[in-house]
Structures are given as structure tokens and as C-alpha cells.
């Protein structure tokens, strides 16, 4: 790892450890996630839910076992595009107040099998729509290239084992 990518990661984490989170807020986006998020999307899914859902999309189905991606995936991919809270928090309002396939960061397949989300953050308040993106952005720590690299190595491990 160089210098640059070692003071940049240094750069985009200082700040989260001298934040406080309220516990209040996270307990409201949890509960605004409850209400409104998860008639779709499972709170988390473990990697062998990740693998069966890949392993559906790679034979052309849907995935059997979800109904929209789980929360854990959509926070670490959102991460990965948009790292710092305040960037993370901006675009989740946007998109789940005005989601399009232009502004998203899943993969193709996500669109194929789940579509494009209803605008439910339309009939929700500012205060709701903050309170469950700061609730995604830290509920999960995982990180996109490590969740599906592990997915990848468990795909490989399960595939050689038939």
C-alpha cells in the first residue's frame, strides 16, 4: 500500500473516530428502516445468502432466497462510491426520494431481477430520511471489495468441493 492511499484512508477515518453518533438518530433510522425499508430488504445478509443470490444471478435467475438487495450489500456498495457520512447520507436521500438506474450504484443485475426502488423516501420527512441513512452508513462496517471477495473465495471453495 502506498503512502497517498494510507494518509487518504487515514484522512476519510479520522473524523468518523472523533464524531459522536446519537443514539437517538440511529435508533430512529432503525426504526424508520423497520417501517419502511424491510417490507423489501433484509436487514443483513450472511455470505452464504450473498453466495446462493450470486449464484442465482450467474445461472440468469432471480434470486430465490431475497427479495431486494439486503441492507449490509447496499451499504457497503454505496460506500465504496460515496466513503465520507455526509456524501453517503446526501445520496441515499436523493435516491430513495428519487431512485434511477443513471444515479444507482448496484450492478446491471440488480435492475434486471429487483428493478428500479419506489420513491418511498417521498412520503417520508427530512428528519426519517437522514435518520435511516446515518442507521446505513453506521450499522455495517464491511467494506464492498472484502464482502465480495469473500463471496468470490466461498464460490470457488464450494464449486471445487462438487
Known amino acids: 500500500m502506498n503512502i497517498r492511499k494510507i494518509l487518504t484512508s487515514f484522512a476519510v477515518t ?8 446519537n443514539p437517538d438518530v440511529l435508533k430512529k433510522g432503525y426504526e424508520v428502516f423497520r417501517r419502511t425499508c424491510s417490507i423489501c430488504h433484509m436487514e443483513e445478509a450472511s455470505i452464504w445468502e450473498f453466495l446462493r443470490a450470486r449464484l442465482s444471478v450467474l445461472k440468469g435467475e432471480r434470486p430465490q432466497n ?3 438487495p439486503p441492507m449490509n450489500l447496499i451499504s457497503a456498495r ?17 435516491y430513495i426520494t428519487n431512485p ?10 440488480a ?3 429487483f ?18 441513512a446515518e442507521w446505513m452508513y453506521y450499522r ?23
Open 100 to 109: 434511477s438506474r443513471e444515479k444507482g450504484v448496484c450492478f446491471k443485475a
Open 14 to 21: 479520522l473524523p468518523l473516530l472523533a464524531q459522536e453518533v
Open 78 to 94: 454505496i460506500k465504496s462510491f460515496y466513503p465520507n457520512e455526509v456524501e453517503f447520507v446526501e445520496f441515499v436521500k436523493d
Open 140 to 162: 455495517y462496517s464491511d467494506r464492498w471489495d472484502d464482502l465480495f471477495k469473500k463471496v468470490k473465495d466461498l464460490q470457488k471453495r464450494v464449486l471445487k468441493e462438487k
Open 111 to 113: 435492475y434486471v431481477f
Open 66 to 68: 431475497i427479495d431486494a
Open 115 to 132: 428493478g428500479i426502488m419506489p420513491p418511498i423516501g417521498q412520503g417520508m420527512s427530512e428528519e426519517e430520511k437522514t435518520a435511516v
